[in-house]
């Protein structure tokens, strides 16, 4: 599975993106997949995280309310709504597939990533 992300950007505060995290090769339909994000010198943090079906999703509570996370089997694709955004949002977003068929948030469970996309939000 590969994976690939994109939608990032510079935006300021208050402002929305939408992030987007596709699949190629062998698909990730019946794959969890999640969302975590990374500042330089920092640990990788879980943002969120969606069953294979779409039909659980977990959320840190830093974004709760804020984000949204969806998928569109069909198209191979997760998304990441992400509104309201904040300074301290500003980090590299990666997507991951889960090894099993639901979103966890423990970065081991995830056995596949994508090569992240850059969030930068002024305030």
């Known amino acids: 599975v590969q994976l690939q992300a994109s939608g990032g950007g510079l935006v300021q505060a208050g402002d929305s993106l939408r992030l987007s995290c596709v699949s190629s090769?062998?698909?990730?339909?019946?794959?969890?997949v999640g969302w975590f994000r990374q500042v330089p010198g920092k640990e990788r943090e879980f943002v969120s995280a969606?069953?294979?079906?779409?039909?659980?999703?977990l959320y840190a509570d830093s974004v709760k309310g804020r984000f949204t996370i969806s998928r569109d089997r069909a198209k191979n694709t997760v998304y990441l709504q992400m509104n309201s955004l904040k300074a301290e949002d500003t980090a590299i977003y990666y997507c991951?597939?889960?090894?099993?068929?639901?979103?966890?948030?423990?970065?081991?469970?995830?056995?596949?990533w994508g090569q992240g996309t850059q969030v930068t939000v002024s305030s």
């Open positions: 969606i069953s294979w079906n779409g039909g659980s999703t």
């Open positions: 991951a597939a889960n090894r099993g068929s639901w979103g966890s948030r423990g970065a081991s469970e995830y056995a596949y």
């Open positions: 090769g062998r698909t990730f339909s019946n794959n969890g």
